[in-house]
């Protein structure tokens, strides 16, 4: 029995809708987003991209997820199946940018609370140090990538541990194709556990990632709901109401890959501790993760009234040109806020 056709249906439908719902995005940031959003565009646009990129890496992919025992065989299912070492590769990028992925979202839940909280701090993004603040991403995507790679790549030992199951039930020979797998431990012939520690170093490394960059939107997040709520503090009416708007599609933003990658991703990490058997159904993560990148730009595109009322049609050609006009020079002021 091989892999379910409905999953790679999903995945070439998710990749499709999040390549024209971002590029529709991108065009919409370029034209309607005004002096307003400041160098806010830019963490918008890297956004943007990133969810692009993050599609066509799992395009590449297309990963088969299954639980075994104390283990999880996470193999590729695309064209790069039986290219071993571009098939692990791909593999690690895909894994690697669910830590760019929530890295991202804290930087801008930073960029969230400067804007609200501590606007007098806002030359931190100013000019080309917006950039700077990709960094941190950068380095979280490359610890966590070099972790599923040296940590949770194959061997002999894991190869054996799944060839049954992986003929069994996919039809695929556990040598020819390309995988990573997270094991544990394994039982010995006393059937004491035998622990794989690179292989829980690595666990525990994703999870301390995962918690460090929730726990950072979680507190910013806070902070910055207190102060739009604050009534005492200036703020122009209009500056207040876009801050919220742009509050609001953050955090939405920050919910769906919670429920569509980190739950889903923490979950498929505990339950081989247990030996909790899930079988075939950890392609269901494969599933929700494959709706991030597809589903992430429709909350900005409907959220920020100004893209609404484009989609919509509800301005007038007039209102588009002065917007165009005002997005060329947001560039030259600091950010929401500042007004």
Not at 57 to 79: A, Q, R
Not at 105 to 116: D, E, K, Q, S
Not at 145 to 162: A, E, H, M, T, V
Request: with cysteine; charged share 15%; net charge positive.
């Amino acid at each position: 029995m091989a892999v379910s056709p409905y999953l790679r249906i999903c995945q070439f439908s998710c990749f499709f809708i999040a390549i024209i719902a971002n590029t529709v995005l991108l065009y919409l940031i370029k034209i309607r987003a005004g002096s307003s959003f400041g160098r806010y565009r830019i963490m918008m646009i890297s956004f943007s991209l990133y969810a692009i990129i993050y599609a066509t890496i799992e395009i590449l992919t297309l990963p088969v997820m299954h639980l075994h025992g104390s283990g999880i065989l996470f193999y590729v299912n695309s064209i790069l199946k039986h290219h071993i070492t571009a098939g692990v590769l791909m593999s690690t990028l895909y894994c690697g940018s669910f830590a760019f992925c929530i890295s991202m979202l804290a930087t801008h839940f930073i960029f969230r609370y400067i804007a609200v909280c501590r606007n007098n701090k806002l030359y931190y993004f100013e000019g080309n140090k917006v950039y700077l603040w990709l960094l941190p991403p950068a380095i979280l995507f490359t610890i966590w990538g070099s972790s599923i790679f040296f940590n949770f790549g194959p061997n002999q030992l894991k190869r054996d541990y799944f060839r049954n199951v992986t003929m069994q039930l996919y039809d695929e020979d556990i040598d020819k194709v390309a995988f990573i797998a997270p094991l544990y431990y394994v039982h010995g012939e006393d059937g004491g556990r035998i622990f794989q520690f690179p292989d829980l170093f690595g666990a525990f490394l994703s999870c301390n990632i995962m918690s460090l960059c929730f726990t950072t939107c979680l507190v910013c997040a806070y902070k910055t709901y207190k102060k739009l709520n604050d009534f005492s503090t200036q703020m122009s009416k209009r500056t207040r109401a876009l801050n919220k708007q742009l509050f609001w599609t953050l955090g939405l933003q920050t919910l769906l890959p919670c429920f569509t990658q980190y739950m889903p991703v923490g979950l498929i990490f505990i339950l081989p501790l247990f030996e909790i058997e899930v079988g075939k159904a950890g392609n269901l993560v494969g599933v929700t993760c494959c709706l991030y990148p597809a589903m992430d730009p429709l909350i900005a595109l409907f959220m920020i009234d100004r893209f609404r009322n484009y989609i919509l049609g509800k301005e007038s050609p007039s209102t588009t040109k002065s917007s165009k006009v005002s997005a060329v020079n947001s560039d030259n002021h600091s950010s929401t806020g500042k007004k």
